[in-house]
């Protein structure tokens, strides 16, 4: 389904008469000057006033065109800044490729650190023979003097602290033995009273150590209404999804008319809010993903989007085959789904870092994604840059910094030429690991689940590895339930193989019998020293088998809906390491700078098509149905995205 672009008037430009509307939000003109609003919160212990001082906004209702702003040139890098590549290597900037490479080789020599040269050194020699032996990116350097990097060179540089580009020697970090740490406290205890308070401090936790202030205190106690110059809103009812109780969900079928498995879905109309409450804002949600967490609560990666269970329709209707609802749902219950990207279309009082225009997307799961419009709380929403990303990237943001972090934290275990193997890879993180792994230099093991337990097996997926083109296409035509074809792969998981394999991956195992035997049969003996799982149970085990010894196992995600269980052996006797990860966890604890820089990071790969997504997008009040349908099959291996052009009707 191809994205629409519909051109419509805005949302808040409304006739008197009920008719279909959408909304494209423009940014506002910025502006420098800020009001103080004042408000009331009551306590138990009285009233107190509470002035907040926000940004001015236009005094007109409708989203105007912001103007043309004007940049500052561009300057031109001085070329003395770095140092010239030919004295480096001790030649003139006329020198064959042949005089480079031995003047490269003479000096590694000497300046490796292995040999006790100066590591330093090492890596500005590196770095000129790079640029130099290579005949584009000399001949750039010829003419600017200043040594220009691709994505992926910022990629090499960035990545686990730049261990991914060739230093020469790894920097072993300083460790403390226990008797050298005990002294040291003994002797911080002995020359400061501090010391004895910090540890004070550190038993009593994080949460006793809170500081309250005045936002704490609104959080509790709320603001009182009328303290405050409310926003008002037009009166639309805007669309919005509930998952239903197994009772409710009569009118959820598919287009055979046979009831469909999984959750049950709502897709309802409700009227928003009249007004804006302190701190709020009303989002116009642009794209959202349906991910496995959505349809079946308690699995997929970072498992829990908060769905609510047992919400029942009374008074609907239907439009096509999905249960329609205009009657009033109760208040503080989510939508489904769990992310989003969203415009700010509406800033109430009290509100400090949003203005108009801004993208946002959810700091947790349990807001409500699948929707048109609603007002969301300013402290609930993340900013992110505008037009980082395609509008549908943006929405599947959270995938590919998964995977990202999956490998940046892992940094001090891997190195170019390591192996990683992951679980799941048909899906979207797994996809994004592996094209990771190849920009990266490193060898991905892509483990997927089998179709057919007789045919996909690891034997006759390494035989399908080694035909040709086409034998492949045999393969490729034959129907997946071909009784006469029981000695090869489905021709399911022969799409899926020459997928990952497009992406980048080493090998590309089936999650069946002994994954250790099957890589070295293929004669892939350098073990991989990292597992990614986000299967659980038996499979979680079976990545953890394949790992070398010292490895690590991290849990990222649970689709089976089984706890991971590993035997006693493979933690004790193989030194094995297991963790979990979740990225909302992280992005609670990491700065705002960290976060915008892994935004930044991921998001040049993407916009130069160095990491993609498959996925499919449907509008969300036209399309729900058949997106439904689309996320149930049996085997989905590209993401389904909800767009959202339609925001609701109008009513008096």
């Known amino acids: 389904h191809a994205p629409r672009v519909p051109t419509r008037p805005s949302v808040f430009d409304l006739p008197s008469q009920p008719r279909r509307c959408s909304h494209t939000p423009r940014r506002p003109p910025p502006s420098t000057h800020s009001v103080a609003q004042q408000a009331t919160a009551t306590t138990p212990a009285g009233s107190f006033i509470v002035t907040s001082y926000v940004p001015t906004r236009p005094s007109s209702d409708l989203p105007i065109a912001s103007p043309a702003l004007t940049m500052p040139a561009a300057r031109n890098p001085d070329p003395h800044d770095e140092p010239d590549l030919y004295q480096t290597l001790g030649i003139s900037s006329v020198a064959s490729s042949t005089e480079i490479r031995r003047a490269y080789r003479t000096l590694i020599t000497k300046q490796h650190p292995d040999k006790g040269g100066d590591a330093a050194k090492f890596a500005v020699i590196q770095r000129a023979y790079d640029v130099l032996s290579e005949t584009e990116s000399r001949n750039r350097y010829d003419q600017t003097g200043v040594v220009e990097k691709s ?23 300083s460790k403390k033995t226990l008797e050298e740490a005990l002294t040291v406290t003994q002797q911080q205890h002995n020359e400061s009273h501090s010391a004895g308070f910090e540890a004070w401090q550190r038993s009593r936790g994080t949460g006793m150590n809170k500081t309250i202030g005045v936002e704490d205190i609104i959080e509790t106690y709320g603001v009182v209404k009328g303290s405050y110059d409310e926003i008002t809103l037009p009166k639309i009812r805007a669309f919005r999804v509930d998952r239903m109780s197994d009772d409710a969900a009569g009118g959820n079928k598919s287009s055979d008319g046979k009831s469909s498995s999984g959750a049950k879905f709502s897709l309802s109309s409700e009227p928003i809010p009249s007004t804006l409450e302190w701190g709020q804002v009303l989002l116009h949600i642009r794209a959202s993903p349906v991910n496995p967490a959505d349809l079946a609560p308690g699995t997929g990666a970072e498992a829990g989007s908060s769905l609510v269970d047992g919400i029942e329709r009374k008074g609907s209707f239907t439009l096509g085959d999905v249960n329609i609802a205009n009657t009033p749902k109760p208040t503080n219950l989510p939508a489904a789904g769990a992310d989003f990207v969203a415009v700010v279309l509406k800033t109430g009082a009290g509100v400090k870092t949003l203005a108009e225009g801004d993208w946002v997307m959810p700091r947790h799961p349990s807001l409500g994604a699948w929707r048109s419009l609603f007002c969301a709380k300013e402290k609930d929403l993340r900013k992110i840059a505008p037009e980082l990303m395609q509008i549908e990237n943006c929405a599947m943001l959270r995938e590919f910094c998964v995977a990202y972090r999956l490998l940046e934290d892992a ?69 997946m339930n071909d009784s006469t074809l029981r000695t090869t792969v489905t021709s399911l998981f022969a799409k899926t193989h020459d997928r990952l394999k497009r992406y980048g991956a080493a090998e590309v195992l089936l999650d069946e019998g002994n994954l250790r035997t099957a890589l070295e049969r293929r004669r892939f003996f350098a073990r991989p020293k990292l597992a990614l799982d986000c299967i659980g149970g038996a499979a979680a085990a079976r990545v953890a088998h394949a790992l070398q010894d010292s490895g690590r196992l991290v849990v990222f995600g649970c689709m089976s809906g089984r706890a991971v269980t590993l035997p006693w052996t493979t933690l004790v006797a193989r030194g094995l390491t297991a963790k979990g990860f979740s990225l909302r966890k992280w992005m609670d604890a990491a700065s705002d700078a960290k976060i915008e820089k892994m935004f930044q990071v991921v998001a040049k790969l993407v916009n130069a098509n160095k990491l993609a997504i498959d996925h499919c997008e449907y509008e969300l009040s036209s399309e729900f149905q058949e997106a439904m349908e689309h996320s149930r099959e049996g085997r989905r291996e590209v993401k389904i995205v909800l767009r959202v052009d339609e925001v609701g009707d109008t009513y008096e």
């Open 151 to 173: 994505v992926e060179d910022e990629l090499l540089d960035s990545f686990g602290g730049g261990a991914f580009r060739d230093r020469g020697a790894e920097d072993v970090a």
């Open 411 to 479: 940094g001090d275990l891997l190195r170019p030429g390591d192996a990683v193997i992951v679980d799941g890879a048909s899906g979207a993180i797994g996809g994004v690991v592996v094209q990771l792994c190849a920009l990266l230099k490193m060898r991905a093991v892509a483990v997927v689940r089998p179709v057919d337990l007789i045919r996909d097996t690891n034997a006759n997926a390494e035989a399908y590895g080694a035909m040709g083109e086409t034998e492949k296409e045999k393969v490729l035509a034959n129907a």
